[in-house]
Nanobody, 120 residues
Framework: QVQLVESGGGLVQPGGSLRLSCAAS????????MYWHRQAPGKQRELVAE???????TYGDSVRGRFTLFGDNYENTWYLQMNNLKPEDTAVYYC??????????????WGQGTQVTVSS
């Protein structure tokens, strides 16, 4: 069974930095793409960043220039480096991946989420 586990969340002051990690485990055949979303209280889930199988990364308008997604689809571990954090970045951050388990069809898997709080 494939599992995605996020880590690295916490409390940080405005202007600070955090690095989130997402590790996938299980009988992973192929990873097609990977995503970071976030959801703040009372708001819809928002796409923060994604990386394609070819390595092309894209970012949401609100985080472009401050957040960086990097990692390796072959090592099945990805990171979200978040710099110059703002209070409006406070949310639960989720990683997800579009991948296929060995001998199984392609589907999307989600992690359990990690809380990021930006506050003085």
């Amino acid at each position: 069974q494939v599992q995605l586990v996020e880590s690295g969340g916490g409390l940080v002051q405005p202007g600070g930095s955090l690095r989130l990690s997402c590790a996938a485990s299980g009988n992973i055949g192929s990873v097609y793409s990977m995503y970071w979303h976030r959801q703040a209280p009372g708001k819809q889930r928002e796409l923060v960043a994604e990386v394609s199988r070819e390595g092309t990364t894209t970012y949401g308008d609100s985080v472009r220039g401050r957040f960086t997604l990097f990692g390796d689809n072959y090592e099945n571990t990805w990171y979200l480096q978040m710099n110059n954090l703002k209070p409006e970045d406070t949310a639960v951050y989720y990683c997800s991946a579009l991948l296929a388990e060995i001998s199984s069809p392609l589907r999307k898997y989600w992690g359990q989420g990690t809380q990021v709080t930006v506050s003085s």
